[in-house]
């Protein structure tokens, strides 16, 4: 059973920076491709960005030049650094395992 405990999120100013971290245990991480996705109140669950097992990264156009996504393998983890947030990223943001198995979330807020 797949695994997955996000943390870093919390409060922030605008324009100020944030990096989260997601610990993932169980799966074969390093074949998988793992994602961050957020979900804002009253919102349905969007992508925010994706790392594939080559390394092959997409993102949202949101957040294309200020969001980057990244991998360890060798310790099972995948990471989001979000630099000049926007009040409008505020979300729960979750990280996802092969596009199936999710962790619980962790809330970014981000005040004006």
């Known amino acids: 059973q797949v695994q997955l405990v996000e943390s870093g999120g919390g409060l922030v100013q605008a324009g100020g920076s944030l990096g989260l971290s997601c610990a993932a245990s169980?799966?074969?991480?390093?074949?998988?491709?793992m994602a961050w996705y957020r979900q804002a109140p009253g919102q349905q669950r969007e992508l925010v960005a994706g790392i594939t097992s080559d390394n092959f990264a997409n993102y949202a156009e949101s957040v294309k030049g200020r969001f980057t996504i990244s991998r360890d393998n060798g310790k099972n983890m995948v990471f989001l650094q979000m630099n000049s947030l926007k009040p409008e990223d505020t979300a729960v943001y979750y990280c996802?395992?092969?596009?199936?198995?999710w962790g619980k979330g962790t809330l970014v807020t981000v005040s004006s």
């Open positions: 996802n395992f092969g596009g199936t198995y």
């Open positions: 169980g799966g074969i991480f390093r074949f998988n491709t």
